[in-house]
């Protein structure tokens, strides 16, 4: 079964970083691809970076170039580092597995929230 516990989160001002954990078990983590997604209040639960198991990476438009996801296959690890935050950032971040199916089955996410 697939489980996925995140944390890291917490509360931050503008411009400021936190760097976000997952543990992943239950399924072979090195084979999948994985992702880190959030939800905003009021808002679709959206995907923000993924990494392939060979690690090349993708970013939503409005992390690029301020968010790095990475992993730890020995681990069973995925990590998203966040930098220079913005207010709009807050939401609560999942991780999960990222293939051509959006994920039906989640963890209890991490919030993070950024003030002005």
């Known amino acids: 079964q697939v489980q996925l516990v995140e944390s890291g989160g917490g509360l931050v ?3 400021g970083s936190l760097s ?11 084979v999948n691809g994985m992702g880190w997604y959030r939800q905003a209040p009021g808002k679709q ?19 690029k170039g301020r968010f790095t996801i990475s992993r ?3 681990k069973n690890m995925v990590y998203l580092q966040m930098n220079s935050l913005k207010p709009e950032d807050t939401a609560v971040y ?14 209890q996410g991490t919030q993070v929230t950024v003030s002005s």
């Open 20 to 30: 976000l954990s997952c543990a992943a078990s239950g399924f072979i983590f090195r």
């Open 13 to 15: 001002q503008a411009g």
């Open 94 to 107: 999942y991780c999960n597995i990222y293939s051509a199916t959006w994920p039906t089955r989640w963890g």
């Open 72 to 74: 730890d296959n020995a």
């Open 45 to 63: 639960r959206e995907l923000v970076a993924t990494i392939t198991r060979g690690g090349s990476t993708n970013y939503a438009d409005s992390v």
